[in-house]
């Protein structure tokens, strides 16, 4: 487990280089742009229609909808009610909500899981994204930075939007053909592999030049606390514990649990920015956790796996 953390930190390393090098005078901000729309648009379906096509889809599947729901649920009441304790103003209060909810189940969470327990593992952190974090993301996650949040343009982004998003539509039509056991062509299936391996080195690459160092500030410190409590520890012992009530092996169990300890997602950034939001607090949110994983994945990898 130190060594597969070792390789992804690597990775996000030289996106963190890219940020202060800026070679061929492209920004840091810019790169991602252009990678992260490629791996939306084209690489993640790709490996999802390829993924899904193939998996073993069932039942289990509604179990990791449910499993993901209660997870987010259950870190969303918690910074709620620190946030309500501890008097957090609203741009604040929005700011922690999205980064306490949310974990990073793709851009890191599937290259971990897939370097930890095999091939088998994509198709969990697949569908614990597109069928529970996604979902929830753009419809509470929306809903909260817009009621924190000010001047949201309220037509740019709707409820049901990740319903026509390209990984999600990938998603569908991959279930449909696997559930109606389409043969996938061999020339077809080899043009998806080769696109899908270009996902986690672009993810990881794009995570570290998503890391802002200067929004490590002490200001932000009272603020990002509640969030590493509920992130890193709270929200990964609820869902070892949750887990147990689910009919799923025990390799499917420390894959889900293992998920649910990442850290926060790089997505929320945008909702940060377009709903005036506090995004300083929010970075250092996601830099802070994201260091600390670390630490953390192999901690609750041990205690999942016993």
Not at 18 to 41: K, N
Not at 294 to 299: G, I, N, Y
Request: some cysteine.
């Amino acid at each position: 487990m130190i060594s597969t953390l070792w390789q992804m930190f690597a990775m996000i390393a030289c996106g963190v280089a890219w940020r202060y090098w800026r070679p061929g005078g492209l920004s840091a901000e810019q790169t991602r742009s252009v990678l992260t729309t490629v791996v939306y648009y084209l690489l993640l379906p790709a490996l999802v229609l390829d993924v899904l096509w193939q998996a073993d889809v069932g039942v289990h599947s509604l179990q990791y909808t449910l499993f993901g729901a209660a997870c987010l649920s259950f870190a969303m009441a918690c910074i709620w009610l620190a946030g309500r304790l501890l008097r957090f103003k609203p741009q604040q209060m929005g700011a922690v909500l999205l980064a306490t909810s949310f974990p990073n189940v793709t851009y890191l969470g599937l290259p971990v899981l897939e370097q930890t327990f095999g091939h088998w593992a994509r198709s969990v952190a697949i569908q614990i994204d597109l069928f529970a974090t996604a979902p929830a993301v753009l419809t509470v996650g929306l809903a909260a930075a817009r009621h924190y949040g000010q001047d949201g343009d309220q037509g740019r982004e709707r409820f049901w939007s990740f319903l026509v998003a390209p990984p999600f539509l990938a998603a569908m039509l991959a279930v449909a053909l696997n559930l109606y056991r389409v043969p996938a062509p061999e020339w077809l299936a080899s043009v998806l592999q080769k696109l899908a391996a270009g996902v986690v080195p672009l993810m990881l690459i794009s995570l570290g030049m998503a890391l802002n160092w200067r929004a490590v500030t002490l200001r932000n410190l009272p603020y990002v606390t509640p969030v590493i409590l509920i992130k890193m520890a709270l929200m990964p012992w609820f869902a070892l514990w949750f887990s147990q009530y689910l009919t799923l092996d025990q390799a499917h169990q420390d894959a889900l649990v293992l998920e649910m300890a990442m850290p926060c997602m790089v997505l929320g950034i945008v909702f940060c920015d377009r709903y005036q939001l506090d995004s300083s607090l929010y970075a250092m949110a996601v830099t802070v956790t994201t260091l600390l994983s670390l630490a953390t994945l192999p901690f609750w990898y041990r205690i999942a796996a016993g």
